[in-house]
């Protein structure tokens, strides 16, 4: 159905408290992304992972960690969250280097 | 170091009207180049890309983008946009030592009035 799904779609969450972002996908596409998304900074890109755990940092790695143990599921882990990870999260996956990438329709998270 | 630059934060135009989102990248080897498109609280989805070829590129819903490797850009067009055309337009390059890695600009929020 090519179809990428995240999970919950908003969430609110305490200043400490462990936060977890799940991603699904049904296309069996190696690779897979977590982007945040900020008013006025574009996305940015937190981890991307080759496949099960192949995992490499993006451009802002700091305050997040990820886990791939099957394929089709790519969760983002925010340790005792801050408030300035309060954002919108998307997760994506492509079939490879250089192919299109299919967006989940984000969660927005907020850190109290 | 790969980045890429979209000038126009907001632009307004009225149905009917041509318009041209623009896109400049900073990077002096071979390069991925596609744009894509976010409606309002949804996630983004793929329009174009380039890799090599014929620099204009034909993608979904009308729209087509240009590469100029002399001018570092690649500028999306649509020559007559409807009011659904609203929406955050994103361009993003990939390097080929590191076609992996996925960078997107800021992004440009089209207005189409009726």
């Known amino acids: 159905d090519m179809k990428v799904t995240q999970m919950p779609r908003y969430l609110i969450k305490r200043m400490g408290e462990n936060v977890l972002l799940e991603c699904g996908q049904d296309?069996?596409?190696?690779?897979m992304y977590w982007y945040r998304q900020d008013p006025g900074l574009g996305l940015q890109l937190i981890y991307i992972?080759?496949?099960?755990?192949?995992?490499s940092e993006g451009d802002i790695p700091k305050g997040y960690r990820v886990s791939r143990k099957k394929r089709e599921h790519f969760s983002l882990i925010l340790d005792s969250a801050k408030t300035n990870q309060t954002s919108v999260y998307f997760c994506a996956s492509s079939p490879g280097s250089a192919e299109t990438l299919y967006f989940g329709s984000g969660t927005r998270l907020t850190v109290l | 170091t790969q980045t890429v630059s979209q000038s126009d934060a907001h632009v307004t135009v009225f149905e009917g009207d041509s318009v041209e989102l623009r896109c400049n990248y900073s990077?002096?080897?071979?390069?991925?180049l596609s744009w894509y498109i976010q409606h309002h609280g949804r996630g983004l989805q793929f329009l174009l890309k380039?890799?090599?070829?014929?620099?204009v590129v034909q993608g979904v819903n009308g729209f087509e983008a240009e590469f100029s490797k002399s001018d570092s850009s690649f500028h999306l067009r649509k020559a007559s946009v409807h009011w659904s055309d609203s929406a955050v337009y994103f361009c993003a390059v990939s390097l080929d030592t590191n076609a992996y890695k996925v960078i997107f600009g800021k992004g440009t929020h089209l207005h189409v009035l009726p």
């Open positions: 380039y890799y090599s070829g014929n620099p």
């Open positions: 992972s080759y496949d099960v755990d192949s995992n």
């Open positions: 990077y002096g080897g071979s390069i991925y």
């Open positions: 296309m069996s596409h190696e690779t």
